[in-house]
T-cell receptor, first 111, second 115 residues
Framework: TQTVSQSDAHVTVFEGDSVELRCNYS??????LSWYIQHHGRGLQFLLK????NPVVQGVNGFEAEFSKSDSSFHLRKASVHWSDSAVYFC?????????WGSGTKLIIKP | EAGVTQSPRYAVLQEGQAVSFWCDPI?????LYWYQQPRDQGPQLLVY????????NSQLPSDRFSAVRPKGTNSTLKIQSAKQGDTATYLC?????????????FGKGTRLTVV
């Protein structure tokens, strides 16, 4: 059984700052990790995924994430956030047919 | 390419009423998921299908919830007698057969309020 943990319920940064949202997983076989974004009142939108190959993966809107087997992590980063990045971010690991979800991190952008 | 389509977008019920949610997945996607997402929480899997077959419905409250996907395309999730605790957003998602790094696509969800 795979699990995923997002230790920060909230992260607050100023517009233009860099940000890292943390995700740790428990290893249980083949790794498929992804990040999704959910704006208030909206559905989940795919940001990026890692399955194999280059551990640094690029996603939409300047997001990237780095897979680390040694740390069991898949942290999401952005070099310079915009107010429109305010949302809840979910990390997920695929186990067999289904996605196992973290509890989400709410990113708050101050002007 | 059309995304995952859900209807209705919103529903408000009194306790004891029934409601059905409808989902049209992306064409060609054989795997379909229903999730329940309470406010300020992550999605929680209720049931998922591969084609028309139920793969896992262990988290579906079987006394009041049911889900079908009769032709392996569209799906309906039904709540027979709603309770206030069912208040949540219900998300449908679809993907190709889960081999390799396949992405899961989500609909916009149905926001259910039970009063």
């Amino acid at each position: 059984t795979q699990t995923v943990s997002q230790s920060d319920a909230h992260v607050t940064v100023f517009e233009g700052d860099s940000v890292e949202l943390r995700c740790n997983y428990s290893y249980g076989g083949s790794i498929y990790l992804s990040w999704y974004i959910q704006h208030h009142g909206r559905g989940l939108q795919f940001l990026l995924k890692y399955y194999s190959g280059n551990p640094v993966v690029q996603g939409v809107n300047g997001f990237e994430a780095e897979f680390s087997k040694s740390d069991s992590s898949f942290h999401l980063r952005k070099a310079s956030v915009h107010w429109s990045d305010s949302a809840v971010y979910f990390c997920a690991v695929k186990s067999n047919y289904q996605l196992i979800w973290g509890s989400g991190t709410k990113l708050i952008i101050k002007p | 390419e059309a995304g995952v389509t859900q209807s209705p977008r919103y529903a408000v019920l009194q306790e004891g009423q029934a409601v059905s949610f409808w989902c049209d997945p992306i064409s060609g996607h054989d795997t379909l998921y229903w999730y329940q997402q309470p406010r300020d929480q992550g999605p929680q899997l209720l049931v998922y299908f591969r084609d028309e077959a139920v793969i896992d419905n262990s988290q579906l409250p079987s006394d009041r919830f049911s889900a079908v996907r009769p032709k392996g395309t569209n799906s309906t999730l039904k709540i027979q007698s709603a309770k206030q605790g069912d208040t949540a957003t219900y998300l449908c998602a679809s993907s190709l057969a889960p081999t390799g790094g396949t992405e899961v696509f989500f609909g916009k969800g149905t926001r259910l309020t039970v009063v």
